[in-house]
Each structure stands twice: as C-alpha cells, then as structure tokens.
C-alpha cells in the first residue's frame, strides 16, 4: 500500500516511527505536510496537488495535524476522504476532539465519566459559576492551552475569582473543572487503536505540581489499568468517533474521569515507557481497516 502520514515534521519521533513501521511491513510511506498541499474541489473529480504536482494514488492516510492547523488539516482529511482515501481519523472525528467543549459535551452524552466542568461566556455571575462545579479548590482551564499550559489550580474561592475574572478580562475562553485531589499529581494516558487499549501509562507530575504533563517535568511508568479503566478509554475514543487517540484519565474515588481525547497522540512517551511498538499496531490496523473497507461504498458526510 502507500501510506501517506500527515505531518508537517518528518524528523520527529512519531513521524518517523510511523514511517519505519509502514516500511517495515512491506508499504511505501510519504509524509505529507499538509500546509503543502493545495486542494481543486469539484463535482466531478476531486484532487489534491502536492509540491507541484497531483499527489497520484494513496491508499491510506495516518494524519497527525498539529493543533495549530486543525481547520486547514481537517479540510485536507476531508478531501482525501472524498477521493475514497481511507483515513486512520476521519476530518469530522479530529473536529469533535479538538473542540474540547464538544468533546466534553459528547463524552456525558455517552455517560462517559468526567470531572464536573463549567463554561460561561460572560463573567456575570463567577460565584455561581464556581458553586455550580462544587466550590474551591478548582480547576481553570484556557481552552487554546495545550501540554499543560493555561491549566491552573485555585486554592480558595477568592482565589478562583480573581484568577476568572483576570482571563475574563483577557477575553478568554475557560472553563472551570472539579479538582479532584486523589489523581495526586498523575493521570493515566491510554493508547487505543480501533477498539483495543494497545498501551498504557500513568504520569506523574514534579513535586508540589498537580499536573502530570511529561513536557513541564513529569515522569512516566508503564501500568496496568483496570478493566473499567479500559472500558472508559474505548468508550471515550468511540464517542468521538476516532480510530487512533491518546486518551487521559484521571483516577478517582468515583471512577476513572476522562480529562481528555487527544487525536494526534505522541509515540515517544508511550513507546519508550512500554516497550510496546504502538507505530506497528497502528499500521497493522490501517491495513485491516483498508482490506475490510475494499467493496464497499463510502458514503462522506
Ligand atoms: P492539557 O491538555 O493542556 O495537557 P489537561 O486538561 O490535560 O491540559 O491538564 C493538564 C494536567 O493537569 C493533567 O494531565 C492532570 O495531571 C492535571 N489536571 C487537569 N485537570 C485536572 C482536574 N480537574 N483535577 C486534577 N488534576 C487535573
């Protein structure tokens, strides 16, 4: 087959594991920077140009769209979803995820388990606000952050206040979760790929820290989590209709909480905590999804 990986990094890590799994087991990969393809849409007979020319023939698509280009890259998915290309994430699947409010709406839809979290628009009434997700100390989120960033821990009610009021008066966009105290600093990433959790680690912050980003200084371990454990991450991923995700929980006295279902999960951390080749079990699973797709009409939404 020919595998095209939709990044815009070829030297990084998950790149080019993706690229040495799909060589490995006998295809021709590319990667395709995505910001590098330009699109011709028509009735008849849509293409995508790349570098000058058609992009030809692709059998498969493993996008990892980087955050920065999700309208961009989510376009370019769709389109090579309606020259009957098959992606590992479909366009309307990375969107949902993305929007972490949809997502989030998306997740208790389905009954998923969650921290209790709050969004407002206009900071009339913050008290209510804070009591509505069970009063200080909370969570506060800028919903553009990312690796942790924008993730804040207000102690007291006072504290929450201000600390709303001030990214109010920035103009961002927050929301305010339930902190829940027994993650301690950790939360488990879980790697599933179609219907299976294919990997699992827990992450621990630095010391005095409540966040477990590996990118501020956590560590990682390799874990076995439980099988309701399993069932949530499976259940998250499905709810949002992907086929590849990184899916973050927290442990807590009510159950795991899904923080988050990430479509562009990162291969180093997980593969070099587990020892597990996550890059071959995800072409291993383009290959099976291509091969049972092959007869049958695609309808794109
Ligand atoms: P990002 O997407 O920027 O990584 P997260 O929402 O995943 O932001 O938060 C970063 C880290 O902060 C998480 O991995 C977790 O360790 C911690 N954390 C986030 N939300 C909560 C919460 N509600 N309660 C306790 N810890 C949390």
Do not use: W
Not at 1 to 15: A, D, N, V
Not at 65 to 93: D, P, W
Not at 186 to 198: E, M, Q
Request: glycine letters at 10%.
């Amino acid at each position: 087959m020919k595998i095209g990986i939709l990044s815009q990094y070829p030297e990084l890590y998950s790149t080019r594991r993706l690229v040495e799994a799909c060589e490995r087991r006998g295809h021709e990969a590319v990667v395709i920077n995505a910001l590098n393809c330009y699109m011709n849409i028509n009735s008849v007979k849509p293409s995508i140009h790349f570098e000058g020319a058609d992009i030809g023939h692709i059998d498969a698509i493993i996008p990892r769209i980087h955050a920065k280009i999700t309208f961009y890259g989510c376009a370019l998915v769709r389109q090579f979803e309606m020259m009957g290309v098959y992606a590992a994430n479909e366009s309307i699947a990375i969107s949902r995820s993305r929007d972490k409010l949809r997502a989030l709406q998306l997740l208790s839809r389905q009954g998923v388990g969650m921290p209790i979290t709050g969004f407002a628009s206009k900071p009339n009434d913050i008290p209510d606000l804070i009591n509505m997700v069970g009063g200080a100390p909370l969570v506060i989120k800028l919903l553009e952050g990312t690796q942790g960033i924008g993730v804040v821990l207000a102690e007291t009610k006072t504290a929450a206040e201000s600390v709303i009021e001030a990214f109010f008066g920035l103009k961002a966009n927050i929301m305010v979760q339930e902190y829940i105290k027994e993650a301690n600093g950790s939360d488990i990433r879980c790697f599933v790929v179609g219907d299976k959790v294919i990997a699992a680690m827990c992450r621990q912050g630095p010391e005095g820290d409540f966040r477990s980003n590996l990118h501020l200084g956590g560590t990682a371990q390799k874990i076995k989590i439980t099988p309701e454990e399993r069932r949530t991450a499976v259940a998250a991923v499905k709810a949002m209709g992907l086929g590849i995700a990184g899916v973050d929980i927290l442990r807590s006295s009510r159950g795991p909480l899904v923080l988050e279902v990430n479509s562009t999960p990162g291969l180093e951390g997980i593969e070099k905590t587990t020892d597990i080749d996550v890059a071959d079990r995800i072409v291993e699973h383009v290959e099976k999804a291509v091969a049972a797709r092959k007869g049958k009409r695609h309808v794109i939404a």
